[in-house]
């Protein structure tokens, strides 16, 4: 077999190595999460340096092999994944700016969890998400997003703010603006600050309540109506609400 034909069959073969290896792909980007998080919290050494080149070697062997078995290698270089993902190897490989771009690492993540073939390997492997899906994903969106601020807050402010010195204080501001509680004990410092937060509570604050929203509610499940095409209903809906017509929504069997 060529290269092309193992990576895509580890990219996107319905194969037990492809799970595997999608499932291995996951946990990497979850583990460099938790390492940026943790990082931190701990004096930056020279050992930070070689940790990051090493991740920036991995994202950057993972995008060549994502663009090898692309059918349209150039548009999914230039769509808006495949920049966000230049830009995170460039911000690890060539770290002008430290780790400034280290909040688009949740792009990847978001990415990869959504990714069709990802999708349809959970519904096939674990029990009960096809039920909880709608809620399992909204909530993966809102630690996503959150994440994503919190980082944002943390590369921007971080050496200048001393009141955000790791990323339970940029946890802490993005939760209490997101939330319009707004204590006040934390702030941004300079114009570029400012600027933040007026992107946080103006843009943010409508995103978050809307992925709490879906968080909160009564799980749905997607499936098609045949007649009138409404896709979301509950999971034991017997007619269509919209058009009344008899449904077939597939089940996992008794629990």
Not at 73 to 79: K, M, N, T, V, Y
Not at 131 to 144: G, H, K, W
Request: proline residues 4%; positive net charge; glycine residues 8%.
């Amino acid at each position: 077999m060529s290269l092309r034909s193992v990576l895509r069959e580890l990219y996107e073969g319905p194969g037990e190595a492809g799970d595997r290896f999608r499932y291995a792909l996951l946990a990497f980007d979850l583990v460099t999460v938790a390492y940026l998080i943790a990082a931190s919290f701990l004096p930056r050494g020279p050992y930070v340096f070689y940790i990051d080149i090493a991740i920036g070697v991995v994202f950057l062997a993972d995008l060549l092999a994502r663009l090898l078995v692309s059918r349209r290698p150039w548009r999914d270089l230039f769509s808006f994944w495949g920049l966000a993902d230049l830009l995170v190897v460039a911000s690890l490989l060539v770290p002008i700016w430290g780790e400034g771009l280290a909040f688009l690492r949740a792009l990847r993540l978001f990415r990869v969890f959504h990714s069709a073939r990802t999708l349809e390997q959970l519904r096939d492997d674990i029990r009960g998400f096809r039920r909880n899906e709608q809620t399992i994903r909204a909530a993966a969106n809102l630690l996503i997003f959150l994440f994503a601020m919190t980082s944002l807050v943390y590369q921007t402010q971080s050496g200048v703010n001393d009141k955000i010195s790791n990323y339970v204080d940029a946890l802490y501001f993005t939760v209490t603006t997101l939330t319009t509680t707004g204590f006040g004990d934390v702030t941004l410092v300079g114009n570029g600050g400012k600027l933040l937060s007026v992107v946080v509570m103006i843009v943010g604050v409508s995103l978050f309540l809307r992925l709490v929203q879906v968080v909160l509610r009564p799980a749905k499940v997607e499936f098609p109506c045949p007649v009138c095409g409404l896709k979301r209903h509950d999971h034991d809906a017997v007619h269509c609400k919209a058009c009344g017509v008899i449904l077939a929504i597939p089940d996992e069997g008794a629990d």
